[in-house]
């Protein structure tokens, strides 16, 4: 490896690791981070879209950005459409007209009918959103904590917030985070996957509609809350993007990826010290219920 020294990052350099870096939000949270300065190591499960990224920005003078490939799940067996935890007909075209005059509930609608959750799509939503953020985070805590301003952002969802828990008593329990636990988060999880697969899950108070994406993010949040409290060095939040136009919502979004990047980049660089624990709508603090 000649020559990869002289490209490494100095002590003191920044360094992030962006999940999902070769298209979307991801991509362009590494392109804004990087034109901050910022060593940027963006992965991509996908080792050729991943290096075709990392090049196309270093290509616009951001030689910071490095690849490496990261599939978050660690699991073949989770299929593409695993982020929206729904399966899309191939090749839905749309255009900016279509949604011209639709809100956001709208639009939304719009994009659930475009595709269907099955129990797989269900279980693959919740490996990708929940467990493999988490698994990420997990391996890479010991560098964090190694660190003076060790940050995770997770890029989480306003479908994640606990008004879409329809049982009162688990919205209340997912609040009280002095007393949740990762264990009862996996507990939590495992039965909504159950009452997925016995269709029980109207009856039992879950959400409907792209069900098991928000019950992963809602997990995220819950998650992020649990390690701010166990690592207060750390400043650990949750980022909602806002509505993007990207493959995932089929760009039926308001945002443009710059725009959801940016949401997302400036939690990222707030100034040390700064909030932990904490939720932000399109940059702003707000609420998780
Ligand atoms: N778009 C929105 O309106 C919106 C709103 C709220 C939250 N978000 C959140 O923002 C994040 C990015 O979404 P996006 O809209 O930018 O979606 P996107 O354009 O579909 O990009 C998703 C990215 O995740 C990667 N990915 C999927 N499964 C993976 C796995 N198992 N391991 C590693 N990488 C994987 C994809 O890689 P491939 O190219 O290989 O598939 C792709 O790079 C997601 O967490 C999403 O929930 C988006």
Known sequence: MEGATSSLPSQSARVAVVTG?????????????AADGITVVLTARDETRGVEAAEKLRGMDLSTVVFHQLEVTDSSSVNNAA???????????????????????????WMRKQGRETYDTAKN???????????????????????????????????????FVGNEDLRKELDDIDNLTEERLDEVL???????EAGELEAHGWSMGSAAYKVAKVAMNAYTRILARK???????????????????????????????????????????????????????????
Do not use: W
């Open 125 to 163: 939503g919740v490996q990708t959103n929940y467990y493999g953020a988490k698994h990420v985070i997990q391996g890479l805590l010991p560098l964090l904590l190694s660190s003076s301003e060790g940050k995770i952002v997770n890029v989480s969802s306003a479908l994640g917030l606990l008004r």
């Open 21 to 33: 870096g070769n298209k979307g939000i991801g991509l362009e949270v590494c392109r804004q981070l």
């Open 83 to 109: 982020v929206g935890g729904m399966e899309y007909a191939q090749g839905v075209d749309t255009n900016e007209e279509q949604f011209v005059g639709m809100d956001a509930r709208q639009r939304l609608e």
């Open 231 to 289: 690592h207060p060095a750390l400043r650990v939040n949750c980022a909602h993007p806002g509505y993007v136009k990207t493959d995932l919502t089929i760009n039926s979004g308001f945002l443009t990826p710059d725009e959801g990047g940016r949401n997302v980049v400036t939690v990222a660089l707030l100034p040390d010290g700064g909030p932990t624990g904490a939720f932000f709508d399109e940059g702003k603090e707000a609420s998780f219920v």
């Open 190 to 196: 495992d039965s909504f996957l159950k009452d997925f």
